[in-house]
């Protein structure tokens, strides 16, 4: 399984930002696919999740702001982040599980990707 994200860049509070996932060697309607991002010093935390019938979840601080989604037929997965806030810099990772439990826990997920930094300006 291999993982690759693509997207990151530098920001401004208030624009918007897609981040993609391209997934390869999982079936993405087989997993629960997940997006966790780690600022520095602090720990990863969980940002959304799709399960593979694609209901999804949010952390309580992108509700509103941010939608996961995903093809299944090109194996992608994306994150859709607006009005984001001016914050520290963050790495994305997206993250695949084989199982809908406990989708906001790290130790879940078997398959990490590298990430992708968004830094925000202030």
């Known amino acids: 399984v291999q993982l690759v994200e693509s997207g990151g860049g530098l920001v401004q509070p208030g624009d918007s930002l897609r981040l993609s996932c391209a997934a390869s060697g999982v079936a993405l309607n087989n997993v629960t696919m997940a997006w966790f991002r780690q600022a520095p010093g602090k720990e990863r935390e969980f940002t959304a999740a799709?399960?593979?019938?694609?209901?999804?979840f949010y952390g309580d601080s992108v509700k509103d702001r941010f939608t996961i989604s995903k093809n299944n037929a090109r194996s992608t997965v994306s994150l859709q982040m607006n009005t984001l806030k001016p914050e520290a810099p963050a790495v994305y990772s997206c993250?695949?599980?084989?199982?809908?439990?406990?989708?906001?826990?790290?130790?879940?997920?078997?398959?990490w990707g590298q990430g992708t930094q968004v830094p925000v300006s202030s």
């Open positions: 799709i399960w593979a019938s694609g209901f999804q």
């Open positions: 993250a695949a599980q084989y199982g809908p439990s406990s989708y906001s826990a790290l130790a879940q997920y078997s398959h």
